[in-house]
């Protein structure tokens, strides 16, 4: 049985079926973003769909947690709108299966679980973005906004290599001196940064706009619980440690072998 789901400011109907949405853009992109919704909660998704389509974008709305991941996995969105309580596979859930898949669609959570160890639980878990209910819509679109400005990688960035260490960031791999190193995805995240900033310092702010997409600090370690790991790994049968640690300001990958 075909699945059906609402599409505010398209004309009909969008048959998900098979797993596919079929979605027709209107003209050129500009700001008009196509939002995936994944929210059971009706009175909710209205408000956001109201909101959202009143500002132009193109909203395609699922109420449960399979639903969305089959709707993203299958088809380009700009940006997922992701609620954490779904029927059947929860938010998060549907966050690390698409993380898995290397889905690098941003993906903003909202939600009413806003305590500290939640919050960490979101980012750790694949969001770029966390909001909590209640919520203002100006907040909500300023933030889906500043997620889709991020530019995508472009042919001549999705490989980088210092100092022995090569990442593939279309394949998601890493080795250092030929040698894989297994990273998950926070930590390739990071690394990933430290490589296109190497030699110059990244702040712990940086990292959290940047990785996490916090714009504020949540005032836990996870920062260094992270970066922590990523040195263990990248040390590894190793005598050095190509991140240095800058007292007082960040980390910086050493361009210097």
Do not use: C
């Not at 894989?180 to 390739?188: A, D, F, G, S, Y």
Request: aromatic share 4%; hydrophobic share 45%.
């Amino acid at each position: 049985m075909g699945i059906f789901i609402k599409a505010v400011g398209l004309r009909s109907l969008t048959n998900i079926g098979k797993n596919k949405v079929r979605i027709r853009r209107r003209g050129p992109r500009d700001s008009i973003m196509h939002i995936l919704l994944a929210d059971d909660d009706a009175e909710t998704a209205t408000f956001i769909q109201q909101g959202l389509s009143d500002l132009g974008h193109i909203v395609v709305h699922v109420a449960d947690g399979v639903d969305a991941f089959e709707a993203a996995d299958a088809n380009h969105f700009d940006v997922v709108v992701l609620d954490r309580m779904l029927p059947r596979l929860e938010g998060l859930d549907v966050l690390r299966r698409l993380r898995a898949k290397a889905n690098r669609t941003p993906v903003l959570v909202l939600t009413a679980l806003g305590g500290i160890a939640d919050r960490v639980d979101g980012l750790d878990a694949g969001a770029d973005d966390y909001l909590v209910k209640p919520f203002a819509m100006p907040e909500l679109a300023a933030r889906l906004n500043a997620l889709t400005r991020r530019p995508p990688l472009s042919d001549t960035t999705t490989r980088i290599e210092i100092g022995g260490i090569v990442v593939d960031l279309l394949r998601r791999e890493v080795t250092r001196e030929g040698r894989p190193v297994h990273l998950q995805p926070r930590e390739l995240a990071l690394l990933e940064q430290l490589m296109r900033h190497a030699g110059r310092v990244v702040t712990r702010a940086m990292f959290l706009e940047l990785v996490w997409g916090f714009h504020f600090d949540p005032q836990t370690n996870i920062v260094e619980s992270h970066l922590s790991r990523l040195r263990s790994k990248l040390r590894d049968g190793f005598a050095d440690d190509p991140i240095e640690t800058v007292r007082g300001a960040g980390y910086r990958m050493r361009v210097d072998g």
